[in-house]
């Protein structure tokens, strides 16, 4: 009943400032048009007697001006004549009884010599006047007043807003007895059925949900019990997945364990995690805003790990609609959903992305790590805009962890080289950890970087740094040797300054077991279709356009492969999923330009009327859109020229839970480490990556499978809540007056 009482309350309220807008706007209108009318005609009479009255005036003849007031002078249209001293000569007899000593238009005409106007109280009667000055030879000698009568303008006022309350009452009624019925119908029986279908469920008999006549109004509520079932199931499926580990007497890590693990190590301390690319960025599209997933092998690999453990993750919103989605702080719940983290926006100005992002970090250290022949560029303006943005998201992280007792702070990248001991030396307290996504290089190569000595000491404020491979942490170590004054402790992998100790260790990153929640239901014909395709075998690649990648070369290595082994023209389709990335550097758009270059090279050669060898997409996709190119793939290609890891090759081995694909794998990136049964490959040697393609489409059935399970199996073990685990376990494993010592 109080819900029946609400919503006709606000079906009232509704129409009442409908009606009312609507009722004013139609009084203002009504009254504009009686203004205007009492104008039109003030003026017509005005004028029709100025040329009259004016020479009389100007001689003084008051009687000349009395016979002319009585030919025009009617009721509703009193007429009055005064002298250059504001004096009444004449007045029509309806006027003279309700005329005021002293008429501010009269007196406002004489001494502008212009036309006045407005509405007046003659005595408890609402008049319009209109005050005109008499000329005589441009001087005034006089002013004609025409006073009209107002009155009627308050009663059509007053008569409107009678109308529309008898509209409104007569609307109300109609609502109310519609909205009893639609509330009967449409609400209440509907909850009478869900409320008893509920009970039959705590009572433990289980039974299907009623019908209800409109699924749409109860739309949140099947939502919100679809979440909780959902929540359910994956705790179900979590506690079961537990029961059978302990019972098989495996570790595998889940994102349970880790949440249990948090909860367990870090009892309470705040977790914060520092990147660049923020895991979701909000954009404007056609109108509407956006939520955007960033093609970032980051953000793959810490979304998972920041749901599982919570806590705040500080980045640059870089969307242009980031702002209007998060608070005054640039603070929002994720996944907004299901919020189980704080994403905290860091805003940088454009100079400031400029040359902190595009410039220092990818014109300058980026090819400096990556050995892929393209000269880093190193500009001083550059690294002071990366001080400058390091500086800013010292003072962000400092702000969130202002009330935290140790907390735990996990740097990602290059973009933040000089962060860690602009944490620490205003924290000394926290343990901070900073992870190294790209490979590093020797220390001729990092030699050759102006700033050399500002970053490493900047990495070193950190009690701990990460790399992928222990071949990156040697060739770290190595380079401090050379650089700076520290002592290298081999044995332990450390790096020790004053009584400050810096761990360097291996942590191959990994990605979730779980590439998407619910994978869609496309089928390798529907693909096939949507492509407008037809392939007996499909390969795919899925990247950034940058040169680290090999693009060029693989597109070369399949145009290799098609002449080596004409049979297959027809038969093998290549898909590149290619997403734009960094498109205002120069090199990047070299690098664009050349890849749609040589894919026009090879299709213009190869191609017939019904096939083309190469399909080029080059546009974001979403996992869900990815997932499906993972699946159906006969073979995937990951032929980077050098990397960190490389996160697509295990996301598509996580995907083939059917044991199917082949993957091809360059011998350049970390993950070639772990995925020892992959086709691995030079991709610098066009006609080895040519070999490769030819032996996945030629490998049987049986070898697919064997070569996939155990690769599944090496990604299910060593999964990104693993990588997490261990990192967080060595760095909460760090004593904290070590933790606690800065560098003298």
């Known amino acids: 009943m109080k819900f029946t009482i609400r919503l006709v309350g606000a079906l009232w309220l509704a129409a009442l400032l409908v009606l009312g807008a609507f009722a004013v706007v139609q009084v203002r209108e009504e009254k504009a048009r009686l203004v205007v009318d009492l104008e039109r005609r003030a003026v017509l009479l005005g004028e029709g007697l100025r040329e009259a009255i004016e020479p009389q005036v100007a001689r003084g003849s008051t009687a000349g001006v009395e016979r002319i007031l009585k030919k025009l002078g009617k009721p509703q249209r009193g007429i009055a004549v005064y002298d250059r001293l504001a004096t009444l000569m004449v007045a029509t007899p309806d006027l003279t009884p309700i005329l005021p000593p002293a008429v501010p238009e009269v007196t406002e005409a004489l001494t502008g010599g212009e036309v006045h106007r407005g509405f007046r109280e003659f005595k408890g ?72 279908w509920t009970k039959e469920l705590r009572a433990g008999r289980p039974a299907p949900p009623p019908e209800v006549p409109d699924a749409n109004l109860f739309g949140p509520l099947a939502l919100e019990v679809s979440r909780l079932a959902g929540s359910f199931h994956k705790a179900q499926a979590a506690a079961e997945q537990e029961a059978a580990l302990r019972l098989a007497g495996e570790t595998i890590w889940t994102e349970e364990r880790l949440k249990q693990f948090v909860n367990l190590r870090l009892a309470g301390r705040s977790l914060v995690v520092v990147s660049n690319r923020e895991p979701v960025s909000h954009v404007r599209h056609g109108g509407r805003i956006q939520a955007h997933t960033p093609a970032s092998g980051l953000v793959t690999a810490m979304e998972p790990m920041m749901r599982a453990c919570g806590g705040v993750w500080v980045a640059h919103g870089s969307g242009d609609a980031d702002r209007e989605t998060a608070d005054d702080r640039g603070r929002l719940g994720l996944p907004e959903d299901d919020p189980r983290y704080t994403l905290r926006r860091v805003w940088l100005t454009k100079e400031q992305e400029q040359g902190y992002y595009y410039g220092f970090a990818n ?113 770290f170590l190595e380079t401090v040797e050379r650089a700076i004054e520290a002592r290298i402790d081999w044995e332990h992998f450390s790096v020790l300054r004053g009584e400050h100790e810096t761990l360097v260790k291996p942590f191959p990153i990994s990605v979730a077991p779980e590439f998407v929640d619910e994978p869609p239901a496309t089928s390798r014909a529907g693909l096939l279709q949507e492509l407008g395709i037809s392939a007996e075998f499909l390969g795919v690649g899925v990247e950034r356009v940058d040169y680290t990648k090999g693009l060029p070369e693989r597109f070369r290595a399949l145009r290799w492969f098609f002449e080596r082994y004409p049979e297959y023209r027809e038969r093998v389709v290549f898909v590149q999923l290619a997403a734009p990335s960094r498109s205002t550097i120069p090199r990047y758009q070299e690098l664009q330009r050349e890849v749609e270059d040589t894919i026009r090279e090879v299709n213009q050669t190869l191609q017939t009327r019904s096939w083309r060898p190469i399909i080029y997409l080059n546009r974001h996709y979403e996992h869900r859109e990815i997932w499906t190119y993972y699946r159906h793939a006969d073979f995937c290609m990951v032929t980077s020229l050098h990397d960190g890891m490389n996160l697509v090759a295990k996301e598509f081995v996580s995907v083939r839970d059917d044991d199917d694909g082949v993957l091809i ?54 999964n990104i809540y693993q990588w997490a685990g261990l990192l967080l376990s060595e760095l909460t494993r760090i004593p904290l007056e070590v933790a606690g010592t800065r560098d003298a």
Not at 134 to 152: K, N
Not at 170 to 177: D, G, I, K
């Open 363 to 475: 014109e300058g250290l980026w090819p400096l790590c990556h050995i892929v022949h393209t000269r880093p560029v190193f500009r001083p303006s550059d690294f002071a805009h990366y001080l400058e943005v390091n500086r800013k998201f010292a003072a962000t992280v400092l702000e969130e962890v202002e009330k935290e007792e140790s907390p735990l702070v996990l740097i990602q990248d290059y973009h933040f080289a000089l962060l860690p001991s602009l944490v620490k030396a205003e924290r000394p307290d926290a343990r901070v950890a900073i992870f190294w996504h790209i490979p590093w290089p020797n220390f001729e190569a990092f030699g050759i970087c102006p700033w050399q000595r500002e970053l490493l000491l900047g990495m070193l404020g950190a009690d701990l740094i990460g790399f992928h491979t222990q071949y990156h942490c040697n060739n």
């Open 665 to 718: 794998l360059s011998r350049f990136t970390g993950a070639a480490r772990e995925l020892r049964d992959a086709l691995l490959v030079n991709p610098y040697d066009i006609a080895e990556t040519a070999e490769a393609i030819r032996t996945a489409v030629e490998m049987a059935p049986e070898e697919r499978a064997a070569r996939m399970a155990r690769m599944r199996r090496t990604v299910r073990e060593h």
């Open 125 to 196: 009667s609402r008049e319009y006047v209109y005050a005109a000055p008499l000329l005589r030879e441009d001087r005034p000698v006089g002013v004609l007043l025409v006073v009209l009568d107002a009155g009627h303008l308050v009663t059509a006022e007053w008569e409107l807003w009678r109308y529309n309350a008898v509209r409104f009452l007569v609307l109300a009624v109609v609502l109310t007895l519609i909205a009893l019925a639609v509330v009967r119908a449409s609400i209440t029986g509907p909850m009478a059925k869900l409320s008893a």
